[in-house]
Structure formats: C-alpha cells, structure tokens
C-alpha cells in the first residue's frame, strides 16, 4: 500500500473519532442536562434526526476537507516523483550503517534503475553493499562514518551495474530526517565521460613529461656541447690574441727593420753612389776643359751628357730623402711633414695645394713621429701612383686629447670595400698605413668614391714629450 493512502486511512478515521466525539458533546450539553428534560418535552426521534443532520453536515465538511486535502497532496507527491524521476543524475535514498551493519535502499529514482540496469523493487530489494566493488567497500564503510559526522561529503567510488558494468561516479551524499529517522540521499553522477578525459589528459601529460625529458637531455647535451664550443673559442681566441700580440710585435720590429734599412740604403745612395756621380760628374768637366780641339763637337754631348748626370743625381738625392727620416730628425714633425709637402708638389706638378697645421712637435714620442711621417709620405704616394689628382689638402688639428690629420685630393677615387676586401691585399701601402696607425694607438679612415676623390684621416692619441729611441 502506498503511502499517501495509507495518509488517507489514517485522515478518515481520525475524523470519524472526531465527530464521534462531538456527538457526545452535543448529547451531553443540548438534550441531557436536567433543564432541558425538565423545561420541555422531549423525544427520541426530534434528538435522532438532529443527531443525523448534523452528522451529515459534519460528514460533508469533514469529507470536503479531506478530499482537497488528499487532491493537494497527490498533486505534491505527483510534482515530487515528476522531479525526483526527470533528474538525469541517479538519486537514491539509504538507511545508514547500523549497529548490525544492515543497510537498505529506501527509495531511488528512474536514473538509478535505468544506469545499473535494476527495476525499483529489484533495487531495494538489494544492499548497496551490492552495487559496489569488494575492494571498495572498507573505504566506503569509512566514508559512511565520515559522513556521519559531517552531515555531508563529496566522494567517488564506483556501481557495478546488473550486467557487470563497472561505472566510476561522484557521490553528493547528506544525511536527512526521513519520517524522525536519520537516512542518506545520494545524488551519483556518471563521471566516465570525466574520467576517460582525465586518463588521455594523464597520458598527454606523461607523454609530454617523455617529451620533455627528452628535450631537455638534447638541450642538455647541446649545452653542453655549446660549452665545450665556446671553451675551445675561448682557447681559439686566447690563441689567436697570442698570435695577434706576437704578430703586431713582429711587425713593429719588422717596421723598426725596414726602417733601418732605410737608414742604411739612403746612406749609401748619398755617401757612395752620390758622391760617385759627382766624381763623375767633375771627371767629365776636367775632360772637356782638357779639350783643345775639336771643342765644338763635344759641346752639344757635353750638355745632354752634363744635364742627365744631374737629373740621376737629384734622383739619388730624392730617393735618399724618400728612404731616410733625416728630415724629420733636423726639422721636426710640423716642419718635415710641409716640407714633403712641397717636394711632392714640385716634383709631381700638382696645380693646387693648402696645409693647415697646428703645432705637434712636442706632443708624440720619436717612434710615434716616424710612423705619422711614414702614413703621411704613403698617403703622397698613393696619389702619386694611383690619383692622378690636380689638386691636394692637409690640414692637421689638435682635438680635445688627440691630433686628426687629414690629406684629401680630387683624383679619380677608389671602392674602398673592394680595396680593402681583397685577399691578398692589392695595395699592401694601405695595410701599412692601418697597421701603423694601430701601433699609434689611434685610428685610420678611408673616405673614396669612383670619381670623387679620397680622403685619408689619422687619428692620433696625445702621448706628450717623450724621449725614446726609435726601436729598442
């Protein structure tokens, strides 16, 4: 018998009681007190038919009471199993672990019996003891207690269906008051969906943790491979910077050398091979002073012969000055540099010349002297060589603590970066010049464009009035 009518039953007899007793407080109050017997004549019949009416009128009420009763509690009840069974999420009712550990479904909705493949009255027919896994039921005897205590809990666990099944699900539980007594609603939600997407998250994630554990043991191996490399570029430069300080110490004394021989040639060009052509020259003049005859045959030779005699020794002269730093050493650096100036103009016929110069003389040491005197003499020459320029400037200017010296021409100009990219070097003057300028501590610049002329610009370091040697 379902509940709500056995509510019925309960409802109808109680009120057939109720009105029992109103009947026998009507009895008592209206017809059986004394003044009632005493004041008026009273008959059985007057009393039954009273009696009847108003129990008639009592049934009625007490019927129309009890039948909108009953027709709001079914539309409740019918509202409630509407919404207990249209819930996708299996719900069911328990009693709690007892004393003698018997636990029973009280009640569950159609999600629950369609999910484990149960009827209604199969399922609480059953112990959920039944619906779940052996390995999982002394957990589940611990969770019960804690849920005990706390009234409420979020859980997982698993159903094994009818067939089998095993299905993993989440477990809302609370305890609640069912009719006085304690018992526990379970709303179990199908979690496998869930599940399979937290085990291809958990292998996604594995794999990626291989992936990058193989990563980092190739970045690891490639760092320290690029270790081991930057170690040996570090040795390779420590090596090469080695072989760049012997290297510009071998040039500096291959510098020094050239230098000497310089010294060397141009002594001997002015002391032995000058001095033999003026011997020569005063020969041929005794000879024809000694001429008595024939003296007009010999004049015209006697000229020519005379004037290439002196052409070879200006040469001689100019060549012992290119070679030698004498002018440097007699003039100083201000006064040697305008003099090659001037000599370069008058021997190379150049149209137009200017120099502006500060004084220098005591700003560099000798060694340092030679070297600007070197750069400067190449830079001449190259427009000798190369040029064909009609006009030339110098200008050399004191800075806030270096000296700029600069020698531009309008001559026909030069790719400076195919010059200087060529390997070897096609114009090994300008290597010199660069590696003199490092020996100085300062800087060269090469300004050249085809048509446009060039422009070389020394830049040189304050080094004060030193006295030194020129080589060591």
């Given amino acids: 018998m379902k509940p709500a009518k056995l509510r019925g ?10 009105f029992w007793l109103l009947d026998i407080i009507t009895d008592y109050h209206l017809f059986w007190k004394p003044p009632f017997l005493n004041e008026s004549e009273f008959k059985l019949a007057v009393h039954a038919a009273i009696m009847d009416l108003i129990g008639i009128i009592y049934t ?8 909108k009763y009953l027709k709001r509690f079914n539309e409740s009840e019918a509202r ?9 999420d299996s719900i069911y009712i328990q009693s709690p672990i007892t004393s003698d550990n ?24 059953l112990s959920p003891a039944k619906i779940i896994p052996p390995d999982e039921l002394v957990e589940l005897s611990t969770t019960m207690q804690e849920l005990l205590e706390k009234k409420h809990i979020l859980y997982q666990t698993i159903h094994v269906a009818k067939d089998g099944r095993e299905l993993p699900v989440e477990i809302n539980a609370h305890v609640i008051n069912l009719r006085g007594q304690p018992a526990i609603l379970s709303i ?5 969906e869930r599940k399979q997407a937290e085990m291809a998250l958990q292998e996604a994630h594995n794999h990626l943790e291989k992936r990058v554990e193989a990563r980092t043991r190739e970045l690891e191996k490639a760092n320290l491979d690029l270790q081991l490399e930057v170690q040996e570029r570090i040795q390779a430069e420590a090596a090469l910077r080695g072989s760049e300080q012997q290297l510009r110490v071998l040039t500096a004394q291959i510098l020094t050398a050239e230098e000497t021989e310089r010294q060397r040639i141009a002594t001997e060009l002015h002391d032995e091979l000058g001095q033999s052509l003026m011997l020569l020259r005063f020969r041929l003049s005794s000879f024809i002073d000694r001429a008595c005859t024939r003296k007009d045959d010999f004049t015209s030779d006697y000229d020519i012969l005379f004037n290439y005699l002196d052409g070879v020794t ?13 002018a440097l050493e007699e003039l100083g650096l201000s006064s040697a540099l305008r003099y090659m100036l001037g000599e370069f103009v008058k021997h190379f ?14 700003l560099f040491s000798p060694a340092t002297q030679i070297n600007i005197y070197r750069i400067f003499q190449e830079a001449l ?6 040029a064909q320029a009609r006009s030339i400037a110098v200008a050399i200017r004191k800075q806030d603590d270096y000296v700029t010296f600069t020698v531009q021409d309008d001559g026909k100009g030069f790719n400076v970066n195919e010059v200087t990219a060529r390997k070897p070097p096609a114009r090994i003057g300008l290597a010199a010049m660069q590696e003199r300028a490092r020996i100085t501590g300062g800087s060269l610049e090469l300004e050249s464009q085809k048509g446009s002329g060039t422009r070389v610009t020394l830049n040189v370091p304050f080094e004060g009035p030193i006295n030194e040697n020129v080589a060591d």
Wanted: charged letters at 20%; one cysteine or more; a negative charge.
């Fill in 314 to 326: 200006e040469n001689v002269r100019r060549l012992s000055r290119d070679l030698s730093s004498s």
């Fill in 80 to 88: 409630y199993e509407q919404l207990f069974n249209s819930i996708n």
């Fill in 9 to 18: 039953i309960i409802l109808l007899f109680a009120g057939a009681t109720i």
């Fill in 60 to 67: 009625i009420a007490f019927a129309i009471f009890i039948l």
């Fill in 349 to 362: 016929n150049i149209a137009n010349s200017s120099i502006e110069m500060d004084e220098i003389d005591q």
């Fill in 188 to 192: 179990a939600r199908d979690i496998t």
């Fill in 102 to 125: 018997t636990v029973h479904f009280i009640d569950s909705n159609l999600a629950t019996c369609r999910e484990l493949g149960y009827n209604l009255e199969e399922l609480l027919k």
């Fill in 381 to 386: 020459t190259n427009i000798a060589r190369h």
